[in-house]
């Protein structure tokens, strides 16, 4: 069975940094398109960033040069991290594959707030 967790949310002020961890049991997450997503209260999901299971990496305009999407193999994570955040970053961030609809399986997501 395959389950998809997320974690490393949180409360950071205004060009601060956090790092997302997205992990699976059940799953080798090399083995696939992994991406991360996000969504605001009232607003549609949008995608972050993805990899693909060949290393393949895309970001969205509103993130490049800002986040960095990884994998740890030997972990069997993908991770984000996310440098000089600002408050139109907050949301819910989840990881899922593939990289677009329809996802076949994601986790519940992990809160990220931006706020001074």
């Known amino acids: 069975q395959v389950h998809i967790v997320e974690s490393g949310g949180g409360l950071v002020q205004p060009g601060g940094s956090l790092r997302l961890s997205c992990t699976a049991s059940?799953?080798?997450?090399?083995?696939?398109?992994i991406g991360w997503f996000r969504q605001a209260p009232g607003k549609e999901r949008r995608g972050v960033s993805c990899i693909t299971r060949k290393d393949v990496i895309h970001y969205a305009d509103s993130v490049k040069g800002r986040f960095t999407i990884s994998r740890d193999s030997a972990k069997n994570t993908v991770d984000l991290q996310m440098n000089s955040l600002n408050p139109e970053d907050t949301a819910v961030y989840f990881c899922?594959?593939?990289?677009?609809?329809?996802?076949?399986?994601r986790g519940q997501g992990t809160q990220v707030t931006v706020s001074s």
């Open positions: 899922a594959t593939p990289c677009a609809d329809p996802l076949a399986h």
């Open positions: 059940g799953f080798t997450l090399d083995y696939y398109d």
